[in-house]
Nanobody
Framework: QVQLVESGGGLVQAGGSLRLSCAAS????????MGWFRQAPGKEREFVAA????????NYADSVKGRFTISRDNAKKAVYLQINSLKPEDTAVYYC???????????????????WGQGTQVTVSS
């Protein structure tokens, strides 16, 4: 069982930055791939970024490449999403997710993730 709690969201002007954090509990965190997804009002949940259990492999949506950086600290059981050059279209609830499989590749598919946090709101004003 893994429990995830996101934090770090807020209201920011376009061009600004935020750092989202996801605190995890559970014995197998350090062996699980982790992902970030987002959902804007009226839209489906979409993939943002994912990271392998070791942090050596990452995967990004085309829309965020070069602006977002995913990282993790297994000793702290935390995953981070650094968001730079924010755009109004980045406005969404951002969710952290954990893959229950061990040592799996970082997937872009939400169906690969079994545990989800409650989300943190990011609002970007123009």
């Amino acid at each position: 069982q893994v429990q995830l709690v996101e934090s770090g969201g807020g209201l920011v002007q376009a061009g600004g930055s935020l750092r989202l954090s996801c605190a995890a509990s559970g014995r197998t965190f350090s062996r699980n791939a982790m992902g970030w997804f987002r959902q804007a009002p009226g839209k489906e949940r979409e993939f943002v970024a994912a990271i392998s259990w070791s942090g050596s492999s990452t995967n990004y949506a085309d829309s965020v490449k070069g602006r977002f950086t995913i990282s993790r600290d297994n000793a702290k059981k935390a995953v981070y999403l650094q968001i730079n050059s924010l755009k109004p279209e980045d406005t969404a609830v951002y969710y952290c997710a954990a893959d229950s499989g061990l040592y799996t590749a970082p997937s872009r598919s939400h169906s690969e993730y079994d545990y989800w946090g409650q989300g943190t709101q990011v609002t970007v004003s123009s």
